[in-house]
T-cell receptor, first 114, second 112 residues
Framework: NAGVTQTPKFRILKIGQSMTLQCAQD?????MYWYRQDPGMGLKLIYY???????DKGEVPNGYNVSRSTTEDFPLRLELAAPSQTSVYFC?????????????FGAGTRLSVL | DAKTTQPNSMESNEEEPVHLPCNHS???????IHWYRQLPSQGPEYVIH???SNVNNRMASLAIAEDRKSSTLILHRATLRDAAVYYC?????????????FGKGTRLSVIA
């Protein structure tokens, strides 16, 4: 029962570097999401996807890019890392249909940009 | 999605019941009330959700006011492992793909 798997768990970047945060789910969920959480704050939505090939911006998309080539994977790309992107990043997924509408979250990636 | 209001923090003794309140005075008729919690250094996890009637599951109970303008998450016997941030979130049942919107939640401390 892997659920939502995020890699890496921790990463330190220098300003201007780029990286991809990986997210994979094995529950055949159509919907996937990327959130960031700054210290002491709630989660803010970065991007989301309702299915392979379809992505849309959330509340704080600037500085990030996503792609969804398969149902299972939803990577988040940081092109030019900035200190303001220091945060914990959570990926989530949920099944289609409103009856349950439960989002399942990964364990998070803690990113520091120095 | 309509807004919710929760206390910033609450404290409970171990093995005692905990009632976590949430106000949502602008709730619409199609909004579901969801509760998630986030344990330290972990991602959020689903706790319970409901529309109009009170709901029970293995983790907690959800009591919904008759006018639906408030709700209460009930942990029947708090344990140290229940120390977490609890989020009350409204989600429109007619919305197909709108993501959950998280506020700051209530930080629950459990004292041994």
């Amino acid at each position: 029962n892997a659920g939502v798997t995020q890699t890496p768990k921790f990463r330190i970047l220098k300003i201007g570097q780029s990286m991809t945060l990986q997210c994979a789910q094995d529950m055949n969920h159509n919907y996937m999401y990327w959130y960031r959480q700054d210290p002491g704050m709630g989660l803010k939505l970065i991007y989301y996807s309702v299915g392979a090939g379809i992505t849309d911006k959330g509340e704080v998309p600037n500085g990030y890019n996503v792609s969804r080539s398969t149902t299972e994977d939803f990577p988040l790309r940081l092109e030019l890392a900035a200190p303001s992107q220091t945060s914990v990043y959570f990926c989530a997924s949920r099944q289609t249909g409103l009856a349950k509408n439960i989002q399942y979250f990964g364990a998070g990636t803690r990113l520091s940009v120095l | 999605d309509a807004k919710t209001t929760q206390p910033n923090s609450m404290e409970s003794n171990e093995e005692e019941p905990v009632h976590l309140p949430c106000n949502h005075s602008t709730i619409s008729g199609t909004d579901y009330i969801h509760w998630y919690r986030q344990l330290p250094s972990q991602g959020p996890e689903y706790v319970i959700h409901g529309l109009t009637s009170n709901v029970n599951n293995r983790m907690a109970s959800l009591a919904i006011a008759e006018d639906r303008k408030s709700s209460t998450l009930i942990l029947h016997r708090a344990t140290l492992r229940d120390a977490a941030v609890y989020y009350c979130i409204l989600r429109d049942g007619n919305s197909g793909n709108t993501p959950l919107v998280f506020g700051k939640g209530t930080r629950l401390s459990v004292i041994a």
